[in-house]
């Protein structure tokens, strides 16, 4: 039987002083009317201010400097991204781009895409979706049917992709589809590309969520052009790909920091003499949150060692986003208003009540909680 490789080691140095400087940053913004702290803060879509952050230097960390970042450790770039989600800060035009497509184009990504892409990513001038989810094929990404065709020194793409977050208004989407037969274990014949969704014969519609919101979207390929510059790492590698990247997307602060707001504006309401049962549950989040910091910390230092911590991701996004589906509900035990999406003058209602609405969504997005069980299982070796 495999165990967890998670260890409780104390941040560097180089980490605790990024902090401070992201601080500073953040400080400054604030001051300057640059923004104002946002509930939902990694899917509020704001490209002044992502550029802002790119300029200042706090996107693109981890990536070398000879692609334009800043050739940091995980670690830092998770300290950083802590202290913008804990600011409320609107990271949402930024997000996918450095959390997960620039890291992947950096691994398997050509000469070509690096070298066109990732000094945008680092400047916080380019955005990226997320190109999995299909009608038919969201738990189980092996079904996926979009298809590219081999087409001279390039590719043709149909089919069509749900649920993509932000493709009315990203650069680029990474999309995994399939480009020959799925093999005994379907995992095979996938692949990874580049999509320009500016480009002729892609086409993306609207889906409104549960509040009313317009994030997500369905998308169209229809004869989509594609060049093997744009394939990201080998025809037919996806699947083992599309399984690296969902480490660097389910693993970060981003999985248990959504509500964190929500948790400090009730902390803050309940006031300086909590009763027993209000100390008791804001103290038990609080652990958590700290147990669950303490994990994905970790889980950086795995990806900075080069290691692919799928199990340890899926146990921090399973735990996590559990934890940001229990703060709303303790909140409404604890403070005794009513949630109201108008309740003008009255912030604390709206919030709870955008929490509560967006709540379901956050075990969803990157993966259910009874798949991210499934891959937890697997790794352990129990099925
Ligand atoms: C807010 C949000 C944003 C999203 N953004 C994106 C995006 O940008 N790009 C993208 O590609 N996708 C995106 N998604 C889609 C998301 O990845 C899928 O919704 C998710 O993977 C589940 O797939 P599904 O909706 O098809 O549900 P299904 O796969 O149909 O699952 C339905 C239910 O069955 C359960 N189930 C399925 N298989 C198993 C199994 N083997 N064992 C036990 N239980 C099982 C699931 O846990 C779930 O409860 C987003 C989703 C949300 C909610």
Redesign the pocket.
Known sequence: MHSFRFTAEPLPAEAEAAREAVRAFLAAELAAGGFVPHRTTWTTFDPDFSRRAGAAGFVGLTVPTEYGGHGRSGLVRYVVTEEMLAAGAPCGAHW?ADRQSGPQILRHGTEAAKRAILPRICAGDCSF??????P??????AAVRTRAVRDGDGWVINGS???????HRVDYLLALVRTGDPGPDRHGGLTQFIVDLAAPGVTVRPIL?LSGHH??NEVFFSDYRVSDAMMVGAEGAGWGLVTEELAFERSGPDRFLSDYRLLVETIDRIGPEPDRFQAAETGRLVAQLAALMGMSGSVARLLDRGIVPGVEAALVKDVGTGFEREVPEVARRLVPVEPSLNAQGEPYREALAHTTL?AP?FT????????LR?VIARGLGLR
């Open positions: 996918i979706g997320i190109g999995m989810s299909e038919g094929s969201g738990s189980d990404l992709k749900i649920w993509t977050t932000n493709a969520d994030e997500f967006r969504s969803l997005r990157g993966g259910t909680r009874e798949v499934g």
